[in-house]
């Protein structure tokens, strides 16, 4: 299994300012996920992160507003850009469990925009 | 479209059982996940089918029929720790996770 931690925990943050999400894990992984889950909703993909390469968005999710990092294996970053109180959610890191089908994720970073 | 369905809420009593429903519609199938959630934590993994038929891990059982694009999620033996919410998600032709939106369940004593 993967122990996958996020910083910060939590965050209040004011419109139009950005928050940088950390997500270490301890073992190597190729590939890490970024989700959303808003309040009461399921979880909803951002974009999937790639050790050497640009992330990979989905559908409604840009570069410019969800930029990431993945400067090695064990550690990505995504930033929340420009922030209004729409993007006040929990944001998920997640890794898949490379011998079989689990994803592990991590405890969850929660944003609050005033 | 891809669709995940599963009932918003549900209430079951201590020591009783509850069966939670999915079904799906995917372009493609590679496996069918069951995950649990409690408020304000991050979801954890309770089971993986790929094939057709009951999976069974202790109190926690998960079915499978593809044909159908059916599972559920057989909680036994109910406790009070099982309030939480649990998500169903499929993995498409493209390995990607489509997930339901959760179930809320409720015990009560």
């Known amino acids: 299994s993967a122990v996958i931690s996020q910083k910060p925990s939590r965050d209040i943050c004011q419109r139009g300012t950005s928050l940088t999400i950390q997500c270490q894990v301890d073992?190597?992984?190729?590939?890490m996920f970024w989700y959303r889950q808003q309040p009461g909703q399921s979880l909803t993909l951002i974009a999937t992160?790639?050790?050497?390469?640009?992330?990979?968005?989905e559908s409604g999710f840009v570069i410019d507003k969800f930029p990431i990092s993945r400067p090695n294996l064990t550690f990505s970053t995504l930033t929340v850009s420009n922030l209004s109180p729409e993007d006040s959610s929990i944001y998920l890191c997640?890794?898949?469990?490379?011998?079989?089908?689990?994803?592990?994720f991590g405890p969850g970073t929660r944003l609050t925009v005033l | 479209g891809q669709n995940i369905d599963q009932p918003t809420e549900m209430t079951a009593t201590e020591g009783a059982i509850v069966q939670i429903n999915c079904t799906y519609q995917t372009s493609g199938f590679n496996g069918l996940f069951w995950y649990q959630q409690h408020a304000g934590e991050a979801p954890t993994f309770l089971s993986y089918?790929?094939l057709d038929g009951l999976e069974e891990k202790g109190r926690f059982s998960s079915f499978l029929s593809r044909s159908k694009g059916y599972s559920y999620l057989l909680l036994k033996e109910l406790q009070m720790k099982d309030s939480a919410s649990y998500l169903c998600?499929?993995?498409?032709?493209?390995?990607?996770?489509?997930w339901g939106a959760g179930t809320k369940l409720i015990i009560k004593p």
């Open positions: 073992s190597q992984v190729t590939m």
């Open positions: 998600a499929v993995e498409d032709s493209n390995y990607q996770l489509i």
């Open positions: 089918n790929v």
């Open positions: 997640s890794v898949e469990d490379p011998g079989g089908n689990e994803q592990f």
């Open positions: 992160a790639n050790q050497g390469s640009e992330a990979t968005y």
